[in-house]
């Protein structure tokens, strides 16, 4: 008995935790969208496609 | 009466003790300044996060390629965080991915905006359609923060400093000297940023039949527009690196563990560009620095 107090214990303080702003994960933990360029392989501009950049 | 003030006082003194377990365990985060400067710069990129799935490759990377040095920090809850040093300058920080157990590969570099009202960025960016990956919070050490996509899908953070923003400096060999969002929608990437940042937008025909848009305060750039030219590219921001020379560190890519997505492109007459991955598949660009 003592020990189901001491897990519920647990996992209330766990759970206000996760409700209390100071309690905050990683702020990028939410970022859950595959990186953009992570599968992109090769690709050919062709000398015709400007890209960008400080001009 | 007794028993009830008792329990009272033990009620009060559990949620004490549960909210000093929960701040002793919150996230910390370095500041973006060595130390506090007393200005900001809302509306600037201030910063560069990296989110990566191998942090010590993206470190020997890096280090490679552009002479970084990095500093670990613990920053709670058992995670770490590592600034990215330019010569004494801290630049970026690298965020260990693998502790958020998202089940994709999010290795990416995300560019951080100063804005004065992180809240009100939110609102707005929401009220145009964007969404947030993160709500904003206060960081102890860092700032109020928030993670957005933009209303097309890129994304970036926004941030008020708690140190202030990093001065003017000149642009620099190694250092982040552009950043530019790449969409398939550039009226409304034009429309939402404006809004966002209280930018102002211009434009220059760079080419023949082929016009690159600003982001300006006032009438100085603060960052670029460009319709999409990669395919199967998501609508991102993408972050460009100043190299004296493209090619020479074209060639040290993957020796470094990185790959060569685009290859040298010259750039309006001024530049040459190319665009790399890192070891775990975060983009960046490289463009020559000082220009032509």
């Known amino acids: 008995m003592q020990r189901l107090r001491r897990i519920l214990a647990t996992l209330a303080l766990a759970g206000t935790c996760a409700l209390l702003s100071g309690c905050n994960p990683n702020v990028y933990a939410g970022v859950d969208i595959g990186g953009p360029w992570v599968d992109l392989g090769p690709v050919s501009m062709g000398g015709s496609i400007h890209i960008g950049g400080r001009l | ?292």
């Open chain 2, 1 to 292: 009466m007794t028993s009830k003030i008792l329990k009272t006082g033990a009620a009060a003194v559990a949620a004490a003790l549960i909210v000093a377990a929960c701040a002793s365990t919150s996230i910390r985060l370095p500041p973006i300044t060595s130390m506090p400067s007393g200005e900001n710069r809302y509306g600037v990129f201030v910063w560069h996060d990296l989110l990566t799935t191998d942090p010590d490759a993206a470190k020997r990377f890096y280090g490679g390629l552009f002479d970084w040095t990095f500093e670990d920090f613990a920053v709670g809850r058992g995670g770490s965080y590592t600034v990215i040093y330019h010569g004494d300058k801290p630049i970026g920080g690298i965020v260990d991915a693998r502790q958020f157990d998202s089940g994709v590969n999010v290795s990416q570099w995300i560019p951080v905006l100063s804005v004065a009202d992180v809240d009100a960025a939110v609102a707005t960016t929401l009220a145009a359609g964007g969404e947030t990956f993160a709500d904003p919070v206060d960081i102890e050490g860092r700032g109020r923060m928030a993670v957005i996509g933009d209303p097309q899908g890129a994304v970036m953070t926004l941030l008020r400093s708690a140190s202030g923003d990093p001065r003017y400096d000149d642009l620099a060999v190694g250092g982040f000297i552009w950043n530019e969002v790449w969409t398939g929608n550039i009226p409304g990437a034009l429309d939402f940023y404006s809004r966002l940042a209280d930018y102002n937008t211009s434009r220059t025909s760079i080419r023949e039949g082929e016009t690159y848009h600003y982001l300006s305060q006032a009438t100085v750039p603060v960052a670029g527009v460009l319709q999409n030219p990669v395919p199967g590219l998501r609508p991102s921001w993408v972050s460009y690196v100043g190299v004296r020379d493209v090619d020479e560190t074209l060639a040290r890519v993957e020796n470094l563990g990185g790959r060569i997505i685009v290859d040298t492109v010259e750039t309006a007459g001024t530049s040459d560009a190319a665009a790399i991955v890192d070891p775990s598949g975060a983009g960046l660009m490289l463009q020559t620095w000082p220009l032509k």
